[in-house]
């Protein structure tokens, strides 16, 4: 184990009802790291937040804390603490009594409640709220004292399931900010439950991206936004696009029929690999001055962009420009060795990164809907 890791679960295998949520899944966790445990639902993240909480046993495997096995000690004594979505506050009880509750169960005299109680509304915002009624405050003031409920114990792990899930998108982007300033202040680690892509990589100091119970990367927000290790990863965070290449050479790679200089190396000669190219990279200008050209064939303003799709050779890219382009427009596209990422190919390969598909559902459904319009109009005309 290393030095700095403070949470370690290894081997860890969980099942429900006979579907095996985890299996023999390892991970180090650093002290003081602000975590976040991203994917979509069902896709273990809760699992292990629940494990690491002692309120999961696992099939098998090994949970370790600082060093020490606490694979079977008690969910109480394990020096964690967890916020939930729904916040699990008191309503009986004022802003005050929730925040001191735990110490009151530790017995603590009055005035060290007193004063730990005072330094945790400083640190969230809330000095003049102690007398406040829990139904009287704001979703975004609750999820505060519930922030202050979990620290006041000086817990050395802060575990959130999806905390931010319940408020709406400004208060949301306001209590990411805060949660990481608070973070930082205490100088404890943070493990963050969420699907939310843009709220991971606003927050943390490392992302670990799951699909179906596995650990698909794991890496700094940066590192996973610009270098995915397969199509999952390049899909789920963020817009691709994931085009079919060979690797030809060292820094030589072909797509979209024609050959392109990148920053890759270290891949076999000729190599079947897949192409990554983010939609805010890609350049666009006429067909003649472009290395690639295609048609438009959609166009959504979005505020600050526009979203474009283009047909490559029956391939539909997705395009991001402040400048409008019309359906049936022909524009080039002009790609630098930096746009362009390679991956080996996995088992996600071909099922992400064309927005045809995405196209042509909408389209039919489109249809469908024009169709059943009609046939209504028909009905009330007879």
Request: glycine share 8%; hydrophobic share 40%; net charge negative.
């Amino acid at each position: 184990m290393k030095k700095d890791t403070i949470i370690s679960l290894k081997n860890i295998t969980v099942s429900f009802n006979g579907n095996t949520i985890l299996k023999n899944l390892n991970l180090d966790i650093k002290n003081k790291d602000f975590v976040t445990l991203l994917g979509s639902s069902g896709c273990g993240k809760t699992t292990i937040l629940r494990i690491i909480a002692g309120f999961v046993q696992p099939d098998s495997g090994s949970i370790f804390f600082a060093g020490k096995d606490v694979t079977k000690l008690p969910a109480h004594k394990r020096e964690v603490n967890t916020i939930f979505q729904n916040y699990a506050l008191f309503p009986h009880l004022n802003v005050y009594e929730n925040i001191a509750f735990g110490m009151r169960i530790q017995k603590k005299t009055e005035a060290e409640i007193k004063n730990k109680v005072q330094e945790m509304l400083k640190m969230v915002s809330l000095s003049g709220f102690e007398k406040r009624n829990i139904a009287n405050l704001s979703g975004g003031q609750q999820q505060r004292v519930a922030i202050a409920r979990a620290l006041v114990n000086n817990p050395k792990v802060l575990l959130l399931d999806e905390p931010l899930g319940a408020l709406d998108l400004k208060l949301r982007k306001d209590m990411q900010v805060e949660l990481k300033k608070i973070q930082q202040k205490m100088g404890i680690t943070f493990i963050f439950v969420t699907h939310d892509q843009e709220e991971a990589l606003s927050m943390s100091d490392t992302v670990i991206v799951m699909d179906n119970g596995n650990i698909q990367q794991i890496g700094s927000p940066q590192d996973i936004y610009n270098e995915p290790t397969n199509a999952f990863v390049a899909d789920f965070i963020g817009e691709s696009n994931i085009i079919d290449g060979i690797m030809h050479d060292d820094y030589l790679v072909e797509f979209a029929g024609r050959k392109f200089k990148c920053l890759d190396a270290g891949f076999a000669k000729d190599e079947k690999v897949d192409v990554v190219i983010r939609p805010e990279d890609i350049e666009v200008t006429s067909p003649e001055n472009g290395h690639i050209s295609g048609t438009v064939t959609s166009v959504t303003f979005i505020g600050v962009h526009y979203e474009i799709i283009v047909d490559i050779d029956g391939f539909k890219w997705m395009i991001q420009s402040t400048d409008s382009q019309k359906p049936g427009d022909v524009i080039g596209l002009i790609l630098q060795p930096d746009d362009i990422h390679i991956m080996k190919k996995s088992e996600h390969s071909g099922e992400y990164g064309d927005y045809s598909a995405f196209s042509d559902e909408m389209y039919e459904i489109y249809e469908e809907n024009l169709l059943y319009d009609c046939s209504c109009n028909v009905s009330e005309k007879k």
